[in-house]
């Protein structure tokens, strides 16, 4: 789970929103009365590529803003599962085929200046990137049957990359999604030279699986409309930063309260205030316009009482750390676990290399080799009911390690990516808490048995 599932769901963390920030309703009317009034242009897509497309939007936001490599961002995750799934189907020439367009998509965002406008048949061939890179993070999101997505049956169709990108780039999306980009752009250009941090991630984020909001942008957004009266922006000379998540929902009136707590709660995972986040607002992509407020301001509106933020992030973690009982109670069981030993560059080989593993509710699991950077087989077994206690107890354990090492560790050094209950956690060899060693070792000894080393 993640925390917008959290908050959707029945779960202790809704239940916290909901007592502690129940003020929603008059500020959720103003904004969706605000925002029809500038309603969105009328599509004709279909609800799952509009999310696709928000997602696009997104990462051609990050775009404008700065350079960034694909291979940092969710989509990566999810090109890998997604090889996971043609090798298991042993479709080997579409596993070929998604590599090749993931290296035509790369470098086209390479290739692209940030902070610019251009050509529009160029900002096409961007807009397909992007897209791409969408249609991959599904995978790592979502769970549904992969045969439906377009892009595995793009994969399965076309025998080039660029056959790949336009076959999931439908000219309806490509305009809708570059229509999108140019008003992005006039919106936040002026803002494009200040300090920002792309998908930020937070101290308490592994607690509720994973919670990273759009951007944190340094600035005083005097051009941005400040919101519904009576809260105002008062940041016109001192530049704070602002939280920010992209909507680009169709719905003339989209807020709910939950996209309100949604947004504070991002701010309030900041546990130890790393980013000191001193603002946040929504950029409502297909109505134009974006409302920000003052953090504390917003709090004290949500909740009625006037309290520093540090005590309800406090408050906040102290019920997230809950949740992992809570979980247990519930019976939720899915673990997934991913041993990568970098390569040093050079020599031909580069990326990820080392073992992954699954464990699916049945208590089956499937084990897959990534090399280079590509998965190049998988194998599946079962785990005993001791074993599984095992795996349990180890994942218990992860749940207290920290969750904020390093993505990428030297090369010759193992990162362990633990994903149990929904929840994610990275731990980089060397820095492995004492109570979780044993547990690893364990682990690591199953795995190389299993795979017959």
């Not at 908050?7 to 309703?25: G, K, Q, V």
């Not at 509720?208 to 759009?214: F, K, L, S, T, Y």
Request: neutral net charge.
């Amino acid at each position: 789970m993640s925390l917008t599932q959290f908050i959707r769901e029945p779960s202790p963390l809704r239940d916290f929103f909901a007592a502690n920030f129940p003020r929603t309703t008059v500020l959720v009317r103003d904004l969706n009365a605000m925002l029809a009034a500038s309603s969105p242009q009328a599509t004709n897509l279909l609800q799952s590529e509009l999310g696709v497309i928000g997602t696009a939007l997104t990462y051609r936001a990050y775009l404008y803003f700065q350079p960034f490599m694909p291979e940092s961002m969710m989509a990566y995750r999810g090109r890998i599962f997604l090889e996971v799934e043609l090798i298991s189907a042993k479709r080997r020439q579409e596993r070929e085929r998604l590599l090749e367009t993931w290296s035509a998509a790369r470098e086209i965002i390479a290739q692209t200046p940030s902070g610019e406008l251009v050509p529009e048949d160029e900002e096409r061939q961007v807009c397909r990137a992007c897209l791409f890179l969408a249609y991959c993070e599904r995978f790592a999101v979502a769970s549904f049957d992969p045969e439906r997505s377009p892009l595995y049956q793009a994969l399965t169709k076309h025998r080039s990359a660029e056959g790949v990108l336009e076959a999931i780039g439908r000219p309806p999306l490509v305009e809708d999604l570059l229509r999108l980009s140019r008003a992005f752009y006039a919106r936040w250009s002026p803002h494009f030279g200040c300090p920002v941090i792309l998908n930020p991630a937070f101290e308490g984020s592994y607690l509720v699986g994973g919670a990273d909001a759009d951007w944190i942008i340094e600035s005083t957004l005097m051009e941005l409309q400040s919101g519904v009266k009576p809260i105002q922006l008062p940041f016109k000379c001192n530049p704070v930063p602002t939280l920010i998540e992209l909507k680009s929902s169709a719905e003339p009136r989209p807020v709910t309260p939950q996209y309100l707590w949604q947004l504070l709660g991002y701010a309030l995972l900041d546990f130890d205030d790393a980013y000191c986040i001193r603002a946040v607002g929504f950029d409502f992509a297909r109505h134009n316009v974006t409302y920000a407020w003052p953090l504390e301001e917003l709090a004290a509106r949500l909740s009625g009482m006037e309290r520093p933020i540090q005590a309800w992030r406090q408050a906040m973690q102290e019920v997230c750390e809950r949740l992992s009982q809570w979980r247990r109670e519930r019976g939720v069981m899915r673990l997934r676990f991913y041993r990568y030993r970098p390569q040093p560059h050079g020599g031909g080989q580069r990326g990820l290399t080392g073992e992954g593993l699954t464990v699916r509710p049945n208590r089956q699991v499937e084990t897959f080799y990534i090399r280079a950077g590509r998965v190049v087989r998988s194998v599946v077994f079962r785990l005993s009911a001791d074993e599984m206690d095992r795996l349990w107890a180890l994942m218990e354990a992860s749940g207290l390690a920290e969750a904020s090492q390093a993505m990428h560790p030297t090369p010759g050094h193992t990162l362990y990516e633990i994903h149990w209950k929904d929840c994610r956690a990275y731990i980089s060899e060397g820095s492995v808490p004492e109570r979780l060693a044993p547990a690893l070792e364990w682990l690591n000894r199953m795995l190389d048995e299993r795979l017959g080393k």
